[in-house]
């Protein structure tokens, strides 16, 4: 399968669902169709109390066309850490 049958295959959720699933309320959300939300300001200030998170970035210079794995790596990743009980997020 080509990369584009496999997106167009994927089915996405709503965005609801995912902040559900990490523990955010959607008063703390603004919507941007069914897809996309920002936090929202009021969110984001009660953050600064609380201490800060991990973040791993995933990175590779390669002037090849098919790319390093490095998105396939990152859900991987992500996915594992999930598996263990850790909450992820993934931003491509």
């Known amino acids: 399968m080509t990369d584009i049958q496999i997106a167009q295959q994927a089915k996405m959720l709503p965005i609801r669902e995912v902040v559900e699933k990490i523990g955010v309320s959607e008063d ?13 300001e009021e969110f984001l200030q009660k953050l600064e109390s609380k201490p800060n998170g991990k973040l ?3 990175t ?11 998105t396939t790596i990152s859900v991987g990743l992500g ?10 997020i993934i931003a491509l």
């Open 28 to 40: 703390d959300i603004e919507m941007y169709g069914k897809y996309k939300a920002k936090f929202t």
């Open 56 to 58: 791993v970035l995933v």
């Open 79 to 88: 996915q594992a850490l999930n598996k263990v009980g850790k909450k992820t």
């Open 60 to 70: 590779a210079i390669n002037p090849t066309p098919a790319g390093e794995g490095k």
